[in-house]
């Protein structure tokens, strides 16, 4: 079964970049370059909601309009790794960062198939 690992995510300051990363593993029937991945956050009481996703097979970026500008998504695909760099973070971007894995090519979070466990984004005012 494929794997998610989320990593870097931490204390940052207001104004401040983060660089998250997502290592995936576990695939069998299915090569990693099949999988879209994406980046998704989810705050206490709120939704879980679609940051950017990127089809690792041809490099195709998806990223949400209030995300635009803001955050790059990327993939090494050697080291089957998807990064999301973030800029400009305030208090309020304070959640769980998720990263996901679905075979569609979609970026919403019902339609993913297999999630990280995700990593805690905390931005200090």
């Known amino acids: 079964e494929v794997q998610l690992v989320e990593s870097g995510g931490g204390l940052v300051q207001t104004g401040g970049p983060l660089r998250l990363s997502c290592v995936a593993s576990?695939?069998?029937?299915?090569?990693?370059?099949?999988?879209?991945i994406g980046w998704f956050r989810q705050a206490p009481g709120k939704e879980r909601e679609a940051i950017s996703c990127i089809s690792t097979g041809d490099g195709v970026t998806n990223y949400k309009d209030s995300w635009k500008g803001r955050v790059t998504i990327s993939v090494d695909n050697a080291r089957k790794t998807v990064n999301l760099q973030m800029n400009s973070l305030e208090p309020g971007d304070t959640a769980t960062y998720y990263c996901a894995a679905a075979l569609e090519r979609l970026c919403e979070p019902d339609g993913m198939d297999y999630w990280g466990k995700g990593t805690l984004v905390t931005v200090s005012s």
């Open positions: 576990g695939f069998t029937v299915f090569t990693f370059e099949h999988y879209v």
